[in-house]
Every structure is written in structure tokens, then in C-alpha cells.
């Protein structure tokens, strides 16, 4: 059964950084994108980040582009966010998910697989 499991959130003051972590289980996903999304409480969830399969090509969204960095150990299954200079408008939940394809896609249709997220929390 393959599993996405998401760490590493809080509530952290403006300003503030965060890692988050992602560990899969029940396949491995060296072979794919993985990315990572964003919900805010009335919105839809929206692209943050992701990574192509080997490491070596990155996308961001403007909205954090200079402020978070996308990584991913292929050994140990997981993907991570490092997010720093955090925002209020940060604030939402954080969803890791395994893309179907090796590049790096932006769409949530092109991703396959999802964790349950974690909260992230910025105070002003």
C-alpha cells in the first residue's frame, strides 16, 4: 500500500523557517516527480514546488520562488520543503504528492499519489 506521510509543520512567526518532510512508502518513486502543494482555508489547493526525478530540475511557484527550496533523497524516499522568510499568507495545509511523470509538473491532474498534509501556521 503505498503511503505519504508529511512532518514538519507548525505555527512559526513571520519571518520564521519551516522544513517539511515527506516519506514514501510501499514503492519507490525515484523514477518520479514529486511536488508539493498548498491549501488555504476557503481556496483551492494550489501548486507550491517540485522536483524531477533525479534532483536536478526545480520549479516554483512565484509565490515562494526565493523563499522555498525543494530537495528530495532518493535513497531514504523523501522529499523535502525548506521554507524560509515565512508569510501569513503562508498559512495553509501542505500536501506532498508523487508526480506520473520524471519531469516537473505543475498540474494537480499530473500527480498521482497523496499525503493527508500538515499544517503550516504563520503568525504576524
Known amino acids: 500500500q503505498v503511503q505519504l506521510v508529511e512532518s514538519g509543520g507548525g505555527l512559526v512567526q513571520a519571518g520564521g523557517s519551516l522544513n517539511l518532510s515527506c516519506a514514501a512508502s510501499?514503492?519507490?518513486?525515484?523514477?518520479?516527480?514529486m511536488g508539493w502543494f498548498r491549501q488555504a482555508p476557503g481556496k483551492e489547493r494550489e501548486f507550491a514546488a517540485t522536483i524531477n526525478w533525479n534532483g536536478y530540475s526545480t520549479y516554483y511557484a512565484d509565490s515562494v520562488k526565493g523563499r522555498f527550496t525543494i530537495s528530495r533523497d532518493n535513497v531514504k524516499n523523501t522529499v523535502y520543503l525548506q521554507m524560509n522568510s515565512l508569510k501569513p499568507e503562508d498559512t495553509a495545509v501542505y500536501y506532498c504528492?508523487?508526480?506520473?511523470?520524471?519531469?516537473?509538473?505543475?498540474?494537480?491532474?499530473?500527480?498521482?499519489?497523496w499525503g493527508q498534509g500538515t499544517q503550516v501556521t504563520v503568525s504576524s
Open positions: 510501499g514503492r519507490t518513486f525515484s523514477n518520479y516527480a
Open positions: 504528492a508523487v508526480g506520473r511523470v520524471r519531469g516537473t509538473p505543475q498540474s494537480r491532474d499530473d500527480y498521482s499519489y
